[in-house]
């Protein structure tokens, strides 16, 4: 069978045995991971009733990323990375089985979801960055930004079937089978991760005293200040993070108090915006090159904004199901393009500290906007909250448009000089 030109990245990144491992490991992972996502959010909201106590479970899951995120990205540089994030994914399986042990035996309530899932975040705060910092060692160098896309065509791909999943478990069984889903899936990945070799493994720094730690975690912080690339980028993404992206951890809320659709709107809402966020990772997947990345991550925010108003405007839940799907579509668009320039750009010695600043933001500013718009929505409901994001995100395009070329230059060249291979 002949691929059509436009899959030939796709292929080529899947010709490495590491990386095909690695996807189907993740497959199972992520769906995991998308059941107990959604679980968690449906199971605080029915504990509460609570736009406050979503918020607060959503921080508690992401925030601890911003605490630990300057530690675990230098530990990404020193240690490694294939053995450590086996460690990892073993006590994700530890803190799956106690949600679910702690559910199915009627012993759950609200504090004890929120310090479950806080641990939760904690173990997702030291595994972000090695699996951001892992990939390139997955595939050669001219296959990253396909692998990139892949790889957020599997997490999105999980998020419109994982909700289903959910849905069904939680309709027939109840909530805590979703969480024995997921202790299952994080078996199946650390059998996966067992078996891959890292056959274009990068070459570490020499290992270094630990009290050498604070000096290597603010050469990470000065370097990504400093580069006319990495520097705007992360900070248009602390933006659209605070300000976009905590709509979807609000859905919860708008299935049952907006929309009045319960459990099976909630699973509507998201795979609606995981479908819009799969095609988008298909679309960059297939899309290869690096070149033009810069201006089309920067367009995608424009969408972004105007998809958010579409969403919180309206009470009509077909009408929200395709603004859903095209937010999701924008906001992977802006993730990814980011994640693969931040990837192309970076000097691989300064990786994981580097890519934990990006898991620090893209984890823990969500957390932020979803505690600041949930305890919002006590006093003006959710839809406006997700209105003001919105035109705050319109804002950013503004200024990011007149930033664009500069940030072309720095981000959408070849690998940086010095950079150590393996």
């Known amino acids: 069978m002949k691929f059509p030109a436009r899959l030939d990245p796709l292929r080529s990144a899947f010709a490495h045995r590491d990386f095909r491992l690695f996807t189907s490991g993740n497959v199972v992972s992520n769906l995991g991971t998308w059941v107990q996502r959604m679980s968690v959010g449906w199971l605080a909201w029915e504990l509460t009733h609570s736009g406050t106590w979503l918020g607060i479970v959503v921080f508690a899951d992401m925030f601890p990323t911003v605490l630990l995120a300057p530690i675990t990205g230098a530990v990404a540089d020193r240690v490694d990375r294939l053995r450590a994030l086996r460690a990892v994914q073993a006590l994700n399986l530890v803190q799956a089985a106690a949600l ?8 759950m309530t609200i504090e004890i979801l929120t310090a479950l899932t806080a641990i939760g975040g904690a173990f997702l705060a030291f595994g972000q960055p090695l699996r951001l910092a892992i990939v390139p060692s997955l595939v050669a160098r001219r296959d990253l930004s396909s692998a990139i896309g892949i790889n957020a065509l599997v997490f999105n791909g999980a998020r419109v079937v994982g909700p289903m999943i959910a849905a069904l478990l939680i309709v027939r069984f109840g909530v805590g089978w979703s969480f024995v889903f997921n202790a ?4 199946a990945f650390l059998a996966v991760l067992s078996r891959i070799r890292l056959e274009h493994r990068e070459r570490l720094a ?3 005293a630990v009290r050498d730690m604070p000096g290597e975690i603010a050469e990470g912080y000065a370097y990504a200040a400093r580069h006319p690339g990495i520097g705007p980028m992360l900070a248009i993404l602390t933006l659209v993070a605070v300000c976009g992206r905590p709509f979807l951890e609000l859905l919860p ?9 319960g459990a099976e709107g909630l699973a509507w809402l998201t795979s609606a915006a995981g479908a819009g966020a799969m095609l988008g990772g298909l679309w960059l997947a297939q899309r290869g090159a690096v070149a033009g990345l810069t ?10 904004g105007a998809m958010l108003i579409g969403f919180a405007a309206t009470d009509i839940f077909w009408l929200a199901l395709p603004c859903a799907a095209v937010a999701g579509f924008a906001l992977i668009v802006v993730g990814v393009g ?6 192309n750009a970076v000097d691989p010695g300064l990786r994981g500290r580097v890519m934990s600043l990006y898991g620090m933001i893209n984890r823990g500013a969500p957390a932020l ?10 006093w003006v409901g959710l839809q406006w909250p997700v209105v003001g994001g919105a035109a705050i995100c319109l804002g950013v395009w503004l200024w990011a448009r007149s ?6 230059r720095a981000l959408e060249g070849e690998e940086p000089e010095g950079a150590a291979v393996g």
């Open 369 to 378: 906007g979803a505690l600041i718009m949930g305890t919002l929505s006590s």
């Open 100 to 107: 679910a042990w702690f559910t199915l035996s009627g012993a």
């Open 253 to 261: 809320g708008f299935a049952d108090a907006v929309f009045g659709r």
């Open 206 to 208: 020499a290992a270094r």
């Open 295 to 304: 201006a089309t991550t920067v367009s995608a925010i424009a969408l972004l």
């Open 338 to 343: 980011e994640q693969t320039l931040l990837q």
């Open 184 to 187: 299952v899936s994080f078996v």
């Open 403 to 408: 930033r664009r070329e500069t940030m072309t």
